[in-house]
């Protein structure tokens, strides 16, 4: 028999309404002891609820009938009025009626197991409860709305259809066998593994829209690094002194630019040190470097044509700071420099515009939807690497390719959890909040 189950589905504590949710086979029966009758499904009513003669609120109560409702079960919410002695009550009654407290992620995970969602699409459930920026947002509506799902299923058809022309050629074996293959599946194959590398590529945009743009600041010992990210930020996060090698550690903050969540991290400046506390500060300023979307490399008037050089790359920003002091004259290898001072915050507008618009460079693509989780990504690499040998065993091998091409099907058919899902359920589910 399937539990019954219950949440809070707002959060904990006063406020204007409270809303629980149930679902399962035994909500009918619940609704009823609580003095819910006669509810039309999908529309409002308010009830009086009570349980063994306790009045416990004036509520507004809907009620779903299976499969029409979220979970495809039976459900209804409660609407309470949002005082903490209120919701005591309604949980103490609900479990009392023999409810069980939902776990986290349980009504979307019943939801998947009742078809009325794929994987992809719960997690984008979560993906947009955790969404802070419009961005982030906006993809994880994409992905629920299954567009991902429909590429992915697109995909697998495709595979499925050279698999079908491999085993229709292999079942007729002759001579030309090599030379048909060639000719039929070749060309789908080809244009597969195009469109599995174009997704594959996506998914570092997607990721980095979900995850955060990672910008670091990097430069010489007293350039004016710390002073920059407290300005970023809008707060005194960083320490600052005149003293050159006041950073050690690597310092992060998340900030929101144009729309896009943004992490932010301040290093040590580089220089080479007798101090192992410093040069452990500095080999993490090259690690975070070395993985960064972008390195503004900050210099000040009379650096050194430093070390920061080795590990800037094309595409990154010179921040010629302390412009107070006077201009920056360096050379810049091509890269674009921008002059700022926190002094007297020249150019910190213009930084934030630069930032916006590589941001919206890098990031919003018009071939929507991006692949957005690694694990996504990582299927997406197993199915285009199947597709590639299975191209390569065309030539020689046609019988192998049946099996390349099976592995790349079931790699898709992971993704939407058409397959495997029990491995991968806990994973999924895990990370959501209890009511969802
Ligand atoms: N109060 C409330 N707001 C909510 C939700 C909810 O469950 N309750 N949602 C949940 O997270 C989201 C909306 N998503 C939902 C998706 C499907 C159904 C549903 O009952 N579907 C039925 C009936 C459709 C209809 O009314 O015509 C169906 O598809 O058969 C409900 C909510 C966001 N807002
Ligand atoms: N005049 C002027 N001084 C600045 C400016 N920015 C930073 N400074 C000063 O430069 C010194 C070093 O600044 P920090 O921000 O600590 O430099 P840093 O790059 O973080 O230095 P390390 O952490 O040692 O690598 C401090 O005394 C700051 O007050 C600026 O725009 N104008
Ligand atoms: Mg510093």
């Known amino acids: 028999m399937i539990d019954t189950i219950f949440a809070l589905a707002t959060p904990p504590g006063r406020g204007a ?29 308010v009830r009086d609820l009570s349980h063994a003669g306790d009045h416990i609120d004036q509520a507004l109560v809907l009620r779903f009938v299976a499969p029409n409702s979220y979970t495809g079960e039976d459900t209804a919410e409660l609407h309470l009025h949002g005082g903490r002695a209120v919701v005591e009550a309604a949980s103490r009654a609900l479990i009392a009626l023999g409810l069980r407290p939902a776990d986290p992620g349980e009504f979307t995970r019943r939801a998947f197991q009742n078809g ?5 699409q ?16 906006k993809q994880a509506l994409g992905q629920l709305d299954g567009k991902l799902s429909e590429t992915y299923a697109g995909f697998r058809r495709d595979v499925l259809h050279a698999l079908a022309l491999v085993e229709a050629e292999i079942d007729f074996p002759d001579e030309e066998v090599p030379d048909n293959l060639a000719r039929t599946a070749g060309p789908v194959l080809n244009r597969l593994g195009g469109d599995l590398r174009r997704a594959v590529d996506t998914g570092r945009r997607g990721e980095r829209v979900r995850d955060g743009y990672r910008i670091v600041l990097i430069g010489e010992t007293n350039a004016g690094k710390s002073s920059l990210f407290n ?14 090698g006041t950073t050690r550690d690597v310092l992060d903050a998340d900030l929101v630019i144009g729309g896009y969540a943004v992490t932010l991290s301040d290093t040590a400046g580089l220089r080479d040190s007798d101090d192992p506390v410093e040069a452990e500060g500095v080999r993490r300023a090259r ?11 900050v210099r000040a008037p009379g650096d050194p044509d430093g070390v920061a050089a080795n590990y800037v790359k ?13 201009a920056w004259s360096g050379g810049a290898d091509g890269l674009e420099t921008l002059a700022v001072s926190t002094a007297t915050g020249e150019g910190l507008i213009e930084l934030r515009d630069w930032i916006a618009s590589r941001l919206a460079r890098d990031l919003s693509g018009a071939d929507f939807p991006a692949v957005t989780q690694e694990r996504h990504r990582l299927r997406l ?30 790699a898709l058919a992971r993704v939407t959890g058409a397959i495997g899902v029990e491995e991968i359920l806990g994973e999924v589910f895990s990370t959501f909040c209890i009511g969802k």
């Open 381 to 410: 690499l197993e199915a285009l690497e199947s597709v590639d040998a299975a191209r390569a065993a065309l030539d020689v091998a046609p019988e192998m390719a049946g099996d390349d091409l099976r592995r790349a099907a079931d």
């Open 231 to 244: 300005a970023l930020v809008a707060r005194e996060a960083a320490i600052v002194t005149p003293i050159a």
């Open 116 to 120: 009325r969602m794929d994987l992809a």
């Open 122 to 137: 719960a997690e984008a459930v979560a993906d947009l409860i955790d969404a802070e920026t419009s961005a982030q947002a």
């Open 287 to 297: 690690v975070r470097a070395e993985q960064a979307d972008l390195r503004l490399w």
């Open 314 to 326: 094309d595409g990154d920003l010179i921040m010629a700071t302390k412009s107070d002091l006077g």
């Open 17 to 45: 309404i409270a809303v629980f949710r149930l679902s399962g086979p035994g909500v009918e029966a619940a609704l009823t002891a609580l003095g819910a009758t006669r509810l039309k499904p999908r529309i409002a009513s």
